[in-house]
């Protein structure tokens, strides 16, 4: 990784340094040889503190934290259901991703010191609904991280009251409201003027554009452009598998390829397999093209919230404009019903409507015609204008 040193003097290089993007888009550093842990430097890269950090965990000193080592769950305790849960087939045909993350806030609850105990060792069957609701209170700072508790506990005693298991016989979490949203259009999305300012950077012929043009003219999601590829083109069209949700159901795109599409690829140097690879050759993982791609966003100088899903907002977008039905707009960007399209075709209805109503603001008198003035004659006179 090549970083500019915060003096000006210059530009380092530093093996085994990586950038990682979490969950909420925000980028991490990273060093990490292969076949070990990753360790988090959290100095600001370029830093003379930076450069420490680097060089005490390039000569070992520095290590990554050790998972915690935990006794065996004792039975019908709340870290023994997980494990259980861990272990079915319903949080096995989980994705990945979804995976990771529900294990993450499930373990962080176990672990939760309660009166000098660790949650997890608490018998599960008297979990209450008000239990819940301190667990939810506990981040109301964060409505997205304690609505996410509720989902978890409503999924993991969803699972253990199914009477195939019967590990439970009521549901404690079904009863607590998620918290309203500080952020209820999730992503940013971009505006036309967001991406005249990328483009003006980032010239047909660069990665950094091809990037752009792949999610803008594809409306595919990052886990997705990273599979793109000449061997998914068919007849004029990119032919291919959408990854999220593909355990449960395998939903497949044929997406014309469009002509400000087809002009980039032509004009950019690609990868054999897939368009977009690293300097090395390789494709990119999904978060290290998410970090990638932040980073050709702040060459660009476009807002720094603004990252790879924002452009699926804005295809989105641009397609109810032009007239897109919902069930449209609900194929090409791989949703499971309308709702989400509906978002973006009520917004533009409205819009419309808006503009329609607006000059009936005038009321009657607003929409009568001004009458003509009189024409005066040289001399003087008032005269009456022939027909």
């Given at each position: 990784?090549?970083?500019?040193?915060?003096?000006?003097?210059?530009?380092?290089?530093?093996?085994?340094?990586?950038?990682?993007v979490?969950?909420?888009?925000?980028?991490?550093?990273?060093?990490?040889?292969?076949?070990?842990?990753?360790?988090?430097?959290h100095?600001?890269?370029?830093?003379?503190e930076?450069?420490?950090e680097?060089?005490?965990?390039?000569?070992?000193?520095?290590?990554?934290?050790?998972?915690?080592?935990?006794?065996?769950?004792?039975?019908d305790?709340?870290?023994?259901?997980?494990q259980?849960?861990?272990?079915?087939?319903a949080?096995?045909?989980?994705?990945?991703?979804?995976?990771?993350?529900?294990?993450?806030?499930?373990?962080?609850?176990?672990?939760?010191?309660?009166?000098?105990?660790?949650?997890?060792?608490?018998?599960?069957?008297?979990?209450?609904?008000?239990?819940?609701?301190?667990?939810?209170?506990?981040?109301?700072?964060?409505?997205?991280?304690?609505?996410?508790?509720?989902?978890?506990?409503?999924?993991?005693?969803?699972w253990?009251?199914?009477?195939?298991?019967?590990?439970?016989?009521h549901?404690?979490?079904?009863?607590?409201?998620?918290?309203?949203?500080?952020?209820?259009?999730?992503?940013k999305?971009?505006?036309?003027?967001?991406?005249?300012?990328y483009?003006?950077?980032?010239?047909?012929?660069?990665k950094a554009?091809?990037?752009?043009d792949?999610?803008?003219?594809?409306?595919?999601?990052?886990?997705?452009?990273?599979?793109?590829?000449?061997?998914?083109?068919?007849?004029?069209?990119?032919?291919?598998?959408?990854?999220?949700?593909?355990?449960?159901?395998?939903?497949?795109?044929?997406?014309?390829?469009?002509?400000?599409?087809?002009?980039?690829?032509?004009?950019?140097?690609?990868?054999?397999?897939v368009?977009?690879?690293?300097?090395?050759?390789?494709?990119h993982t999904?978060?290290?093209?998410?970090?990638?791609?932040?980073?050709?966003?702040?060459?660009?100088?476009?807002?720094?919230?603004?990252?790879?899903?924002?452009?699926?907002?804005?295809?989105?977008?641009?397609?109810?404009?032009?007239?897109?039905?919902?069930?449209?707009?609900?194929?090409?960007?791989?949703?499971?019903?309308?709702?989400?399209?509906?978002?973006?075709?009520?917004?533009?209805s409205?819009?419309?409507?808006e503009?329609?109503?607006?000059?009936?603001?005038?009321?009657?008198k607003?929409?009568?015609?001004?009458?003509?003035?009189?024409?005066?004659?040289?001399?003087?006179?008032i005269?009456?204008?022939?027909?």
């Amino acid at each position: 990784m090549k970083v500019r040193l915060a003096d000006g003097t210059g530009i380092r290089g530093y093996k085994f340094v990586i950038e990682d993007v979490d969950r909420h888009g925000n980028v991490r550093v990273y060093f990490r040889r292969k076949g070990q842990p990753k360790i988090r430097l959290h100095a600001k890269p370029g830093a003379v503190e930076f450069d420490r950090e680097y060089q005490s965990a390039f000569r070992g000193d520095l290590r990554a934290p050790r998972p915690a080592k935990r006794d065996p769950a004792a039975p019908d305790t709340m870290r023994w259901l997980c494990q259980q849960y861990y272990a079915s087939a319903a949080y096995q045909a989980l994705g990945n991703s979804t995976r990771k993350v529900r294990r993450g806030i499930l373990d962080g609850i176990c672990d939760r010191d309660v009166e000098g105990k660790r949650a997890g060792t608490f018998r599960y069957a008297v979990l209450q609904p008000h239990h819940v609701a301190r667990l939810r209170d506990e981040k109301a700072a964060l409505p997205e991280s304690a609505n996410g508790r509720i989902k978890a506990l409503r999924q993991l005693f969803t699972w253990a009251c199914d009477p195939s298991y019967g590990y439970a016989h009521h549901n404690p979490a079904r009863e607590v409201p998620y918290l309203k949203s500080r952020n209820p259009d999730g992503f940013k999305a971009w505006t036309e003027a967001d991406v005249a300012k990328y483009e003006a950077r980032h010239p047909v012929g660069t990665k950094a554009r091809l990037a752009l043009d792949l999610l803008l003219f594809t409306g595919v999601r990052r886990s997705d452009v990273v599979k793109l590829g000449p061997q998914m083109e068919r007849d004029g069209k990119l032919i291919f598998a959408e990854t999220k949700g593909s355990s449960r159901t395998v939903k497949t795109h044929e997406l014309p390829i469009l002509a400000p599409l087809r002009r980039s690829i032509d004009a950019t140097p690609t990868g054999h397999l897939v368009y977009l690879v690293t300097q090395f050759g390789h494709p990119h993982t999904v978060k290290g093209f998410g970090a990638w791609f932040k980073r050709r966003c702040r060459e660009a100088g476009v807002d720094r919230e603004l990252s790879a899903h924002g452009l699926r907002k804005l295809g989105a977008q641009r397609c109810a404009e032009e007239g897109a039905s919902e069930h449209a707009i609900m194929a090409l960007f791989g949703w499971a019903s309308t709702k989400q399209a509906a978002l973006y075709t009520k917004k533009v209805s409205r819009a419309r409507l808006e503009s329609e109503a607006a000059p009936l603001l005038q009321g009657r008198k607003g929409n009568e015609s001004v009458p003509l003035s009189p024409v005066i004659a040289s001399g003087g006179t008032i005269r009456a204008e022939n027909a």
